[in-house]
T-cell receptor
Framework: KAGVTQTPRYLIKTRGQQVTLSCSPI?????VSWYQQTPGQGLQFLFE???????NKGNFPGRFSGRQFSNSRSEMNVSTLELGDSALYLC??????????????FGQGTRLTVV | LAKTTQPISMDSYEGQEVNITCSHN???????ITWYQQFPSQGPRFIIQ???TKVTNEVASLFIPADRKSSTLSLPRVSLSDTAVYYC???????????FGAGTTVTVRA
């Protein structure tokens, strides 16, 4: 079956602009979570959605937001981009994140560069 | 969430067995131990998960002692393509997130 698909793969934006990243989870998966990866901070949790509801949010400013649609596809938006937002943004999907078992499947990520 | 400690880096040679030990002294009763592998510019990939004793799959084994305060990921007969960062995660995921530490960079040489 198809894996987690993230679009676009690469993006270059200017400071102050906004950006929307998309994630299509594996068919049947209802949990989608987002992570930011930078060389300095490593992999950091942004937020998690299940059936269109945000269940947890990481310690990021309000400029970072997300949503999930009824087909489980998810988008994240970053407004008023800063140079420090340059990172690899990763999306992960799973059947039931609440369960202690099972795995989360990650996409290839979107590489965002802010200039 | 139980904090994990693992070596920053490890070197090995092709064909050898690599064992990465992760310390998690404050692991809770409901916590599972999960390992992920990540190659540069790619998302992490699930390797193995366990709760206690030993778990084995087609790519790795996970050894968990009775007190569960540590765990060891064993990669048999590594190849150059096993060069990656390996993350040990501990948690019951009831807060709906994966908490990644710094990971262990494993470098396999010819």
């Amino acid at each position: 079956k198809a894996g987690v698909t993230q679009t676009p793969r690469y993006l270059i934006k200017t400071r102050g602009q906004q950006v929307t990243l998309s994630c299509s989870p594996i068919s049947g998966h209802r949990s989608v979570s987002w992570y930011q990866q930078t060389p300095g901070q490593g992999l950091q949790f942004l937020f998690e959605y299940f059936s269109e509801t945000q269940r947890n949010k990481g310690n990021f400013p309000g400029r970072f937001s997300g949503r999930q649609f009824s087909n489980s596809r998810s988008e994240m938006n970053v407004s008023t981009l800063e140079l420090g937002d340059s990172a690899l943004y990763l999306c992960a999907s799973s059947l039931n994140f609440l369960s202690g078992e099972g795995e989360a499947f990650f996409g290839q990520g979107t590489r965002l560069t802010v200039v | 969430l139980a904090k994990t400690t693992q070596p920053i880096s490890m070197d090995s040679y092709e064909g050898q067995e690599v064992n990465i030990t992760c310390s998690h002294n404050n692991i809770a009763t409901n916590d599972y131990i999960t390992w992920y592998q990540q190659f540069p510019s790619q998302g992490p990939r699930f390797i193995i998960q366990g709760y206690k004793t030993k778990v084995t799959n087609e790519v790795a084994s996970l050894f968990i002692p009775a007190d569960r305060k540590s765990s060891t990921l064993s990669l048999p007969r590594v190849s150059l393509s096993d060069t990656a960062v390996y993350y040990c995660l501990v948690g019951d995921r009831s807060d709906y997130k994966l908490s990644f530490g710094a990971g262990t960079t494993v470098t396999v040489r010819a």
